[in-house]
């Protein structure tokens, strides 16, 4: 056990005591510390005096929050078992309603990462060698004291800020947050618009017409779980509401794949159109508002942008009519996606069409509950390098910031960090910061620290370990504290271990709050308990502030469109700023938009490749000013031909040995241009040259072809249709729906799900989730392009040909269970059978793997076990002991998370009723942020499921075949007029 | 047992001789031939073999033991495929076809053996190598006959054209 | 009766009356072949075990990594295995086709080829069977295919083409052995009498003490005819069975009636090709030129024409059935069978098995054995490529577009598909100097009939 005990017994102050009697109170805490985790995993010892809180083989759910997955803190239960925590779920009393994002899953491979460091290292000439606690301390906290002291962290709220600005001023140095998909350039504007310098709430859920200039706000920016949810509430055609989403912008991501509508602007003209709509938005609404802006607004009309925009003038017209007429209308900034050498500007037009719109106080409000933390621009980190260069910075203290990876070569950050004398990293990866600093002091992974985030709306997220360290770490603020009381400033922060200066913030916190009378101990266990507390009284009410003067006469700054392509870089859900990179869920995620999985690509329209004789999968050059990189030509009609797009998040030199050397890295092509006013990092509008290498690449797509071809797969239907067919239908609880017969007449059961086409967003949450709940290997690249992944469950993105364009329906495709299998009787041995239950049961050690059944299967939904996969410790311990780890030569597909079922079939048992409806929520069900997926008893003729299963949109995935699956979707809704064909298959009713 | 042994090299000789010797009125003849003749079964007047019952019995063992099989199998541990019946006659019904085949040539080759009371260690000790060859065979038993029957039969077999006729102890 | 059999034995072997072989010749001509081989004989059959061990390796691999060190994946789950598995099964029908059908129909040319055919068929289904347990993912668990009373209480599903092909596949080795058996129990006694020592206490003990006896003959010639008569409809089911396989399936490009004679046409139309190819080098190894005749080469490239007839009907009604049928996914499934990914094996398939045959209308053709062998080496090559088709791409391209991927054979696929060969050719290189190519005892029969015939003018 040298690694667990070590790390807790001289943890800055922590002992071992303490801890446990804090996580005790936290409830069955002892679970956590007194059995940690088996050193390799293959040994098991029983207990001698077994703890009275554990019951083997039961899973203790800790609170807590991740604020390192994605652009928003994430409340969390950790189900924790013996010791180790296997699964995360969201903690549904946040803004994101317990739902939780790809990313936020794959934090357990991030925890259990092979590669993470287990122990103090020092680097010397030939690398990193291992180093002991204390000399390490020493060392790197004599560095401090020589002045010239930054800190570099990444952005923080609560505790952490003040914590770190403490520190800093304990030590006279510098802190700077360090965030490479800053919110900048938003913040910026609002500043200048409102004079508030907050992030706004975009309250999708409460309009009725959604305008987006290039956020990608289901994938990557500001709140993707929380805004996903919004946007998806606002579209619940079964209670009548269906907002028309357009989306304005040269790429469609994974947000523009689910707009009725698309506005192929040029890129970095988004302000351009952004001013016009509201010119015309401005000249039809009339009132105080639209006077004020007037003015301002007045060159810009549609006329006059549309050149420039490469957009109609009527489009812009038509858009403007649709704002002015929508009751409650919201427009979306540009966000990252867009983000030019004029973001700001861009930002500021949107804030202004949402002032005139009226959108402005109403579904955009400055109500305090998007907090997050500050970060230094691009320019302020430009300036640190200079700093670094000029040998103004003696001492680099990195504490969870990988700038060496994160900011472009361009900046030249790698070079400058070389002249720093000492570079201190305080982080749990060996990334490409932690593998240049001279020393690395490993902290803990936020799921083994404390800590706390502010979740906006006066909420606070309380952070606790969920298990014992797995490794020779500490936490992040504790290095921080012994490097300060090393430099003979410990005293200075008035604690000696980050827990209690947490607890005592805590303590100053409840004064003034709410519960400012409750007893210290039971409020702090309550906040434990459930995950936070409130800390200030329930938001103002939402105010509308008003338009600044500087706003009303602004002079905007305009990206001049060359003839030349545009480059766009943009972050994607799964490896975001590149975190996710070294987590094999996430690089075995195809993205939502290409389906690509384990590699880079550039996106270019086919018209483009065309002339240059490119088909998917050829290597390209991709040429800037600022660099070159050779990567393979993705075919995608979602881009405007005059761009190309590449993705962010890969090509990393360090940081595991999944990331290392795989991809290209995006940011090597920009020449660290950035955005005048807010000098944030210019990710688009860059001039790029694609040449055609001539040889093939080999890329990974995850889905064989595009279109359904009209089998009865991805229904799509306009917002009439489904407007008439739901008032026409009439569902009758008294009867059950056809699939419901498929069960053992004496079981009370029949599992079925519903799965709502129409909110899903395609983010692919579920997919990760199931890999976590059930133990699914990541197979790689290589086994990837042969076409044997293992994923149970694929999001199936179909495009449907509409009017001017198309759709995109994506298809969560897994197991159907059918009644009506024909994977069950092809199969010699009864691997493959129906359960009592209706499900399709597959006996793992029963099956011998002639792999007839996957070739019967019409949903191809079974995967068959080509090799034995590899768990390498401590991946190991993240597997779910209630489900098998299949090996070779078997075939393997999704249950309904049958081991859910189980259990909860045994707790009714317990208390002798029958399962109630919602009670089983499949890891699937449980992460969608936007609820498309309903899980239930289908014989129920009263449960969520059975009721949806008869709705008006229902409809079974290849009916023809007849074979009644207990899985019913419901057919994706558009306002985009649908071609014929389409048209015939969209009325037809099935439900 | 003694008796004549005569060889002939063609098949009508012999059957000509069988003729002769049965009006005669010898009946015990051993018939020795290389190839598969019927002239000659007919000839000595052999009645079809039973050995087609033995196949007929073999092939209603193998359909009952099959149905057998695979309905009571299906009974004991009754697993639902796709919604069909426990006993699924059309399915089972193609093993029952090929087990009756099976039994059916089985117990035939049995009976054969059987019959033929194969397989036997020794030879008969009337059996010539050329009657695997060329040759064809007939031995006349002649046990307590006198020498001029001995000479009769002999006489008889060198005019039907035997090739070459002894006298086998 | 005997007549007409004595002219037709005199037409088989077109040699002069007087020059006619005796029963001796006959038996001597027929078994020297069985002799001490030369160098060349150990030369080809040491490539054939040398070709068997590499296959073995491979497969040994396969096991001890996995499944995937084929090629195959999701969704082609089936490749290369399945397809030589129903390649070989096809094989196997020419032999017993030649010795029971043509039996009943009396049609006496095929006396010098049954042998040999239905050894070929043994063989072939030897080497059938062994692709089940290579494709299997846990070949070490293929027991639980087998219906005997375990402790898990649990038998096979008997719903299963899989078990039906174990049945049907059993039964049909079982009876062609007994069938070919049969036939050389007069043969191994007249080996037993032809030679001395070892040799002949092992010829002695396998011909059963037979001594051809009338009475012996009445019964073996009832079983003779017997085996004839229930072989016959063996031989349709059993690759019926197999087409099952695919037939049950609910996959566009598989599930289709016209499948069970569809295949089985397909299968004899390999088989006879596959006999003819082995024919025309025994016979010149051999020296059996004044038994294997012109005539007999001429009559099996009828029957292969024939055979290829249906088979390019077969091919055409399925396009046929397919516009009939009016679904757009059957349709989507076989347009992409002729021009997608797989249009290459697709038209090699056509090429080989429909146009090349066509050349055998002329009688030319027919008379020329190298020309012959040519054309039989086409449409076995053809018909590999017949299963390949119908097998991939099917599976390539079914109802779920977002599932479609195309598969490519692995190194361990096609070195596991040429030791199939070599294992096949191994069996036969043995079974060639150790029993009589042709049946003695037949050919015997009918040279006794035609001397008789000789004797009446």
């Not at chain 3, 017997?226 to 490009?253: E, K, M, N, Q, R």
Request: charged fraction near 20%.
């Amino acid at each position: 056990m040298n690694n667990g005990d070590g790390s807790i017994d001289n943890n800055g102050g922590t002992t071992r005591r303490e801890f446990l009697r804090v996580l005790g109170v936290a409830g069955a805490g002892a679970a956590a510390v007194s059995c940690g985790p088996p050193d390799t995993g293959d040994r098991l010892i029983p207990y001698l005096i077994p703890p009275d809180d554990i019951v083997p083989g039961t899973n203790v759910s800790y609170a807590t929050v991740l604020t390192g997955a994605g652009p928003e803190p994430l409340g969390l239960h950790a189900t924790v078992r013996d010791g180790r925590v296997m699964k995360l779920e969201g903690n549904p009393s946040f803004p994101h309603r317990g739902r939780l994002s790809a990313l936020a899953h794959s934090a357990l491979q991030d925890l259990y990462d092979p590669d993470r460091i287990r122990g103090p290292l020092r680097r010397d000439g030939s690398g990193p060698v291992q180093a002991a606690w204390d000399e390490a301390i020493a060392a790197a906290g004599s560095a401090l004291t020589g002045g010239g002291l930054v800190l570099l962290t990444g952005p923080a709220t609560g505790t952490a800020r003040r914590f770190y600005s403490e520190w800093v001023a304990a030590l006279g140095a510098e802190w700077m947050a360090y965030e490479p998909l800053g919110l900048e350039a938003h913040r910026t504007a609002q500043r200048i618009a409102f004079g508030r310098d907050e992030i706004p709430l975009y309250a999708l859920d409460e309009a009725d017409h959604v305008v987006c200039f290039g956020a990608d706000f289901i994938g990557t920016w500001l709140a993707p779980v929380e805004l996903a949810a919004r946007y998806s509430a606002s579209r619940f055609v079964d209670r009548g509401r269906h907002a028309k989403f357009t989306f304005v912008g040269p790429r469609l991501s994974i947000s523009g794949l689910n707009a009725d509508e698309w506005v192929p602007a040029r890129a970095g003209t988004e302000t351009l159109v952004a001013l016009a709509v509201a010119h015309e938005v401005a000249r039809r609404a009339g009132g105080g508002r639209a006077a004020r802006v007037r003015a301002v607004l007045a060159p810009y009309t549609p006329e006059a942008v549309a050149e420039t925009a490469d957009v109609p003038a009527q489009r812009i017209r038509a858009l403007a009519g649709e704002i002015a007429a929508a009751r409650a209308p919201v427009a979306l900034p540009p966000g990252t996606a867009a983000q030019g050498v004029t973001a700001t500007d861009a930002h500021l037009a949107v804030a202004l069409l949402n002032y005139v719109s009226g959108a402005s106080g109403r579904t955009v409000r400055f109500d305090g509950s998007m907090v997050r933390g500050r970060a230094a621009s691009y320019a302020e980190m430009a300036g640190l390098v200079r700093r670094m260069t000029g040998g103004e910075v003696t001492t680099l203290v990195i504490a969870g910031a990988n700038p060496a990876y994160g900011m472009p070569k361009a900046s030249g950050f790698a070079e400058a960090l070389e002249r720093v004398p000492n570079v201190i990293s305080i982080s749990p990866h060996l990334d490409e910061t932690a593998a240049a600093a001279g020393w690395i002091l490993p902290s803990h992974h936020e799921l083994e620290a404390w800590g706390d985030a502010e979740m906006g709306s006066g909420l606070r997220a309380l952070a606790q370990p969920v298990m014992r360290p797995l490794f020779d770490t500490r936490q992040r603020e504790d290095i921080l504290l012994q490097l300060a009381e090393e430099a003979g400033r410990g005293n200075a922060l008035g604690a000696s271990d980050y827990r209690s200066y947490l607890q005592a913030t805590w303590q100053e916190l409840q004064a003034t709050s709410p519960d400012a009378s409750r007893p210290f101990d039971e409020w702090w266990r309550e906040a434990l308990v459930s995950g936070g507390a409130r800390i200030t009284a329930a938001a103002p009410a939402a105010s509308s502030p008003p338009l600044t003067a500087a706003a009303a006469s602004h002079r905007f700054a305009l990206a001049e469109a060359g003839d030349e392509l545009a480059l766009v870089t943009y972050p994607t859900l799964q490896l975001y700023d590149g975190r996710g990179a070294n987590r094999s869920w996430m690089q075995e995620l195809p993205d939502a938009v290409t389906k690509v999985v384990w590699n880079s690509w550039v996106e270019i329209h086919p018209e483009t490749a065309e002339p240059l004789g490119l088909s998917t999968g050829d290597l390209v050059e991709v040429r800037t000013e600022g660099g070159s990189v050779t990567t393979h030509a993705y075919l995608y009609r979602g881009i405007r031909p005059d761009t190309v797009a590449v993705p962010l998040g890969q090509g990393h030199s360090e940081y595991g040995r999944t990331a290392r050397g795989r991809g290209v890295n995006a940011l090597d092509l920009l020449d660290g241009a950035s955005d005048g006013r807010s000098g944030a990092l210019a990710f688009t509008g860059t001039a790029v040259s694609i040449t055609a290498v001539g040889r093939r690449g080999r890329l990974a797509i995850m889905q064989g072809h595009d279109v359904d071809e009209d089998r009865e797969i991805a229904e799509l239907m306009t917002a009439e249709e489904a407007r008439t067919a739901i008032a026409g239908h009439h569902v009758d609880l008294s009867e059950l729906v056809e699939a419901a017969y498929d069960s053992d007449p004496n079981s009370p059961y029949r599992w079925g799900m519903s799965i709502d086409l129409n909110a899903c967003t395609g983010c692919g949450a579920c997919v990760t989730a199931c890999y976590a709940e059930n133990n699914l290997p990541s197979v790689g690249e290589d086994l990837c392009a042969q076409g044997r992944e293992m994923s149970w469950m694929q999001v199936m993105r179909y495009f449907e040909e509409v009017e001017d364009g198309f759709q995109t329906v994506n298809v969560p495709l897994l197991c159907q269970q059918c009644g009506d299998a024909p994977c069950e009787p092809v199969c010699p041995v009864y691997a493959a059978y129906h359960t009592a239950e209706g499900l399709n049961g597959q006996i793992y050690n029963r099956c011998v793997g002639t792999r007839y059944c996957a070739n019967n299967c019409p949903y191809k939904v079974r995967r068959f076990n080509w090799f034995t996969s590899e768990f390498p410790y401590p991946l190991n311990l993240q597997l779910n002991p209630d489900v098998t780890v299949r090996s070779k030569g078997v075939m393997e597909k999704c249950t309904f998370c049958i081991q859910r079922i189980n259990r909860a079939k045994l707790d009714a048992k317990a208390e002798s009723r029958l399962v109630a409806d919602g009670e089983i929520q499949t890891a699937c069900m449980q992460s969608c942020p936007t609820q498309a997926i309903t899980f239930g008893n289908l014989k129920d003729p009263t449960s969520r499921v059975s009721v949806l299963a008869r709705g008006a949109r229902a409809y079974n995935m290849l009916g023809e075949l007849n074979t009644r699956p207990a899985i019913s979707y419901l057919r994706s809704v558009t306002h985009a007029a649908l071609v014929e064909d389409d048209h015939g298959q969209g009325g037809d009713g099935h439900g | 047992m003694s008796g004549i042994l005569a060889q002939y090299d063609s098949l009508g000789a012999t059957r000509q001789a069988i003729e002769r010797l049965r009006s005669e009125g010898h009946e015990q003849l051993d018939v020795f031939t290389p190839v598969m003749s019927p002239e000659l079964e007919e000839a000595l007047g052999i009645e079809s073999s039973p050995v087609r019952r033995w196949a007929l019995i073999g092939g209603i063992t193998g359909f009952v033991t099959a149905l057998a099989l695979t309905s009571l199998t299906a009974l004991a541990y009754p697993i639902v495929t796709q919604g069909k019946p426990i006993v699924s006659l059309p399915a089972f019904f193609i093993i029952m076809f090929e087990m009756t085949i099976l039994f059916s040539g089985l117990f035939g080759f049995a009976g054969v053996l059987f019959h033929t009371r194969k397989p036997a260690r020794r030879l008969s000790p009337h059996y010539r190598p050329a009657f695997s060859n060329d040759r064809f065979g007939i031995f006349v038993p002649a046990v307590g006959a006198t020498e001029a029957d001995r000479v009769a039969i002999e006489r008889l077999l060198r005019e039907s054209g035997a090739v070459e006729v002894e006298v086998s102890e | 009766m005997t007549t007409d059999r004595a002219a037709m034995a005199t037409a088989e072997i077109e040699v002069p009356r007087e020059s006619l072989p005796t029963l001796a010749d006959a038996n001597r001509d027929i078994s020297r072949p069985i002799s001490p081989p030369r160098w060349r004989y150990w030369l080809v059959l040491g490539i054939c075990a040398a070709l068997i061990l590499a296959a073995a390796v491979a497969w040994t691999i396969q096991i001890r990594r996995g499944m995937g060190m084929a090629g195959i994946n999701n969704p082609v789950n089936w490749g290369v295995y399945i397809v030589t598995f129903v390649f070989w099964v096809g094989i196997a029908h020419s032999g017993t086709l030649i010795s029971a059908v043509l039996y009943l129909f009396r049609s006496g040319w095929r006396t010098t080829i049954n042998r040999a055919a239905e050894a070929m068929t043994i063989f072939a289904v030897m080497t059938a069977g062994l692709f089940p347990l290579i494709h299997l993912g846990r070949v070490w668990y293929f027991y639980y295919l087998v219906p005997y009373p375990s402790t898990r209480l649990l038998w096979p599903n008997f719903r299963s083409p899989l078990v039906w092909d174990m049945f049907a596949i059993g039964t049909y080795f079982t009876i062609s052995l007994v069938f070919w058996y049969l036939g050389l129990i007069p043969d191994l006694a007249s080996l037993r009498d032809k030679f001395t020592g070892v040799k002949k206490k092992l010829y002695g003990a396998f011909s059963l003490g037979w001594q051809g006896t009338v009475r012996d003959w009445s019964h073996y010639r009832r079983l003779y005819l017997y085996l004839a008569g229930i072989a016959t409809p063996l031989v349709l089911s059993v690759h019926s069975v197999v087409s099952w396989d695919f037939a049950v399936g609910i996959v566009p490009g598989w599930h289709s009636t016209i499948f069970a004679p569809y295949f089985v046409a397909g299968a004899i139309f390999s088989g006879i090709a596959m006999v003819i190819t082995i024919m025309i080098p025994l016979r010149w190894a051999f020296g059996l030129e004044k038994y294997l005749t012109k005539y007999h080469f001429d009559n099996m490239a009828k029957l292969l024409l024939v055979t290829s007839l249906i088979v390019g009907y077969a091919y055409a009604m399925e396009y046929f059935l397919t516009w009939y049928s009016a679904d757009p996914i059957e349709q989507e499934s076989f347009r992409w069978r002729a021009t997608g990914y797989y249009a290459g094996p697709f038209w090699i398939m056509m090429f080989c098995n429909v146009v090349v045959p066509m050349s055998l209308w002329f009688k030319r053709t027919r008379n020329s054995l190298a020309a012959l062998f040519v054309v039989t080496i086409f449409v076995n090559v053809g018909m590999w490529y017949e299963r390949f088709v119908i097998v991939v791409t099917s599976i390539a391209h079914e109802f779920e577009p977002g599932g479609w991927h195309v598969y490519t054979p692995s190194l361990t696929e096609i070195t596991i598909l040429v030791g199939s060969f070599a294992w096949f050719f191994f069996w036969f290189l043995l079974f060639s100097k150790t029993l009589p190519v042709i049946s003695i005892a037949e050919v015997k029969e009918h040279l006794a009939h035609a001397h008789e015939h000789e004797h009446r003018e």
